[in-house]
């Protein structure tokens, strides 16, 4: 059993950036491939971002593309997500999201394909 603990999220201003972390505990961090993913009141989850156990592939949805950068710390159990120009429409509830898999170059940008989830942190953008 993974669990995941995100930390890092606030309220900034239009254009601000943010770091968010997520640490897990309880499994094998390097054999799961790790998504961040945002929720808005009345919305579904969405994708944001994905990167592959290795952490040499990664995927982002076009509204983030060129803002938003993930990475990971094997040795820290730690994924990141790097947020900068942030806009008004960023705000919303962020989670990371982990998933077990055999396959070193998969990613899943979605939500039903992952395994465990962290309890989320809220990202506030004033505009």
């Known amino acids: 059993q993974v669990q995941l603990v995100e930390s890092g999220g606030g309220l900034v201003q239009a254009g601000e950036s943010l770091r968010l972390s997520c640490v897990a505990s309880?499994?094998?961090?390097?054999?799961?491939?790790m998504g961040w993913f945002r929720q808005t009141p009345g919305k579904e989850r969405e994708f944001v971002a994905v990167?592959?156990?290795?952490?040499?592939?990664?995927y982002y949805t076009d509204s983030v593309k060129g803002r938003f950068t993930i990475s990971r710390d094997n040795a820290k159990n730690t994924v990141y997500l790097q947020m900068t120009g942030l806009k008004y429409e960023d705000t919303a509830v962020y989670y990371c999201?982990?998933?077990?898999?055999?396959?070193?170059?998969?990613?899943?940008?979605?939500?039903?394909?992952?395994?465990?989830w962290g309890q989320g942190t809220q990202v506030t953008v004033s505009s």
């Open positions: 309880g499994g094998t961090f390097s054999l799961h491939a």
């Open positions: 999201a982990a998933k077990a898999t055999y396959y070193g170059d998969a990613y899943y940008t979605g939500n039903y394909e992952y395994d465990y």
């Open positions: 990167l592959n156990r290795s952490g040499d592939t990664r």
